[in-house]
Structures are given as C-alpha cells and as structure tokens.
C-alpha cells in the first residue's frame, strides 16, 4: 500500500553565514520558514530538492522538512524544525528578536 505524502518544504543552510534558509516558490532563499514553499506533491518535491542540491554556491546541506499548511503559509511538524525555524529556545536573541 502506498503511503500518504506529507507537505515539504526544501531547506538548507546559507553559504556565507550558516543561517538556516528555505526555497520559496520563486526560486529565492529566505529565512522565514512561513515564506517557503509548501510542496504537496512528492515528484515535485524531488525535482525542487534537485534544484536545491546544485545550488552549490548559495546553500550545503539541502533537505526535505515536513510542514503543515496554516493561514499564515507552511508552519514546521516537528520538533528540529521548530528549532531550526525559530531559533534557540534559552533566552530571545536572533530570529526570536526579530518576531517579536
């Protein structure tokens, strides 16, 4: 039996600073998770991750990440997502200034 696919969103780490990006649907990296594209088809979610993976002068470490659509765009499902979309939880620096 096939298995359901889950929505992805395809992120990796900035060259340059280690920031944590995704891909948004018009092919740029951004740093806010709820900006990236959420790929609810598992061929087009090889195809973007590919594309991903040449980018070699832009990102490393290109990966597939489970995500739920919300009224806001694509929120992350688990924990090491919500970590890496938000930042470190011990006290507000970072991504966590800027939200709030």
Known sequence: MAHAFTPKVVTANALLDGDVVYLTPDDRWTRQFHKAELIDDEAHAQIRLLD???????????????????????????????????????????KQVATR
């Open 52 to 94: 991903a993976e040449m980018r070699h002068a832009e990102v490393v470490g290109p990966y597939l990440a489970d995500a739920s659509a919300t009224g806001a765009g694509p929120h992350p499902v688990q924990l090491r997502e919500t970590f890496r979309a938000f930042g470190p939880s011990n006290y507000p620096h970072g």
